[in-house]
């Protein structure tokens, strides 16, 4: 089954404890990228990856880190995390080629709860 | 700055009627455009697409899109309970080549009441 797979799905942690996300997918996609989700804010991209080792920032990168070692996996890592990064976040990907190339899969989302 | 823009609603419609949901976006070079769905707590998921002037059925779902008043519907015909959601559209840059170019708007949450 095609799917894209994110874990946690729900993390509760204190200020500034690392923590990482973890996204892998499937299908062979060569673009994945993460957003968070709040409300009254809608979806806002952190950061993508258009190939492995290219990673670029999104609208809202500060406090985040990634890497795209594998073409299947895009981890998140919160190196310091805060408040203010308690959201709900999903991780993406979607192929660069074909007709409906701006189709993006998501992952059922991180609840991420910052203390 | 790209800026895609919908009403946050909610928007209710009663059962059966056909629910209107609208966008606007302010890059005029925008290339494709699409409608995704997302049910409380769950991820979005792509319901429609165009890319072309016009209408584009499929099934109960009509995507409508006007280039040259940068708007984008998208229409819902016999409205279901189960439609119930926000309903977010986004708008690439690109005609094809990755969803790099994708911004979202904030969504409109639709409420169809039985």
């Known amino acids: 089954e095609a799917q894209v797979t994110q874990n946690p799905r729900y993390l509760i942690t204190v200020t500034g404890k690392k923590l990482t996300v973890t996204c892998s997918q499937n299908?062979?996609?060569?673009?994945m990228s993460w957003y968070r989700q709040d409300p009254g804010l809608g979806l806002r991209q952190i950061y993508y990856?258009?190939?492995?080792?290219?990673?670029d920032k999104g609208d809202v990168p500060e406090g985040y880190k990634v890497s795209r070692k594998e073409k299947r996996n895009f981890p998140l890592i919160l190196e310091s995390p805060s408040p203010n990064q308690t959201s709900l976040y999903f991780c993406?990907?979607?192929?660069?080629?074909?007709?409906?190339?701006?189709?993006?899969?998501f992952g059922e989302g991180s609840r991420l709860t910052v203390l | 700055q790209k800026e895609v823009e919908q009403n946050s609603g909610p928007l209710s419609v009663p059962e059966g009627a056909i629910a209107s949901l609208n966008c606007t976006y302010s890059?005029?070079?925008?290339?494709?455009f699409f409608w995704y769905r997302q049910y409380s707590g769950k991820s979005p998921e792509l319901i429609m697409f165009?890319?072309?002037?016009g209408d584009k059925e499929d099934g109960r779902f009509t995507a409508q899109l006007n280039k040259a008043s940068q708007y984008v519907s998208l229409l819902i015909r016999d409205s279901q309970p189960s439609d119930s959601a926000t309903y977010l559209c986004?708008?690439?840059?690109?005609?094809?080549?990755?969803?790099?170019?994708?911004?979202f708007g904030k969504g409109t949450h639709l409420i169809i009441q039985p």
């Open positions: 990856s258009m190939n492995v080792e290219v990673t």
């Open positions: 986004a708008v690439n840059k690109w005609a094809g080549g990755g969803a790099d170019g994708l911004t």
């Open positions: 890059d005029r070079g925008s290339q494709s």
């Open positions: 993406a990907s979607s192929s660069r080629t074909g007709v409906n190339t701006g189709e993006l899969f």
């Open positions: 299908m062979n996609h060569e673009y």
């Open positions: 165009i890319y072309s002037n």
